[in-house]
């Protein structure tokens, strides 16, 4: 789940797991890439590179994985 918390912490490293303890980036490994993956898909969709379709698919998917909307929020405000 993609909280407010992970998002410090991945902004605290601006996004580098390597500035991460090899045990803290296993215990969030899974959601520290869906951080990454969400923000190159709002990349996308923000300069054009995306379909309606895909763009849908992305909204269903900030949904589902971020704990609530602020959180989505602030994955779409993020800027490292």
Do not use: F
């Not at 605290?12 to 045990?23: I, N, Y």
């Amino acid at each position: 789940m993609v909280d407010h918390a992970l998002l410090d912490t991945y902004q605290a490293v601006a996004g580098d797991p390597e500035r991460m303890t090899t045990a803290d980036l296993k215990r969030i490994q899974a959601d520290w890439t869906t951080v990454d993956e969400l923000l190159l898909d709002l990349h996308m969709i923000k300069h054009g590179y995306t379909t309606d379709g895909y763009e849908n698919h992305v909204e269903r998917r900030l949904k589902a994985v971020c704990a609530d909307e602020s959180v989505v929020a602030r994955l779409r405000d993020l800027k490292l």
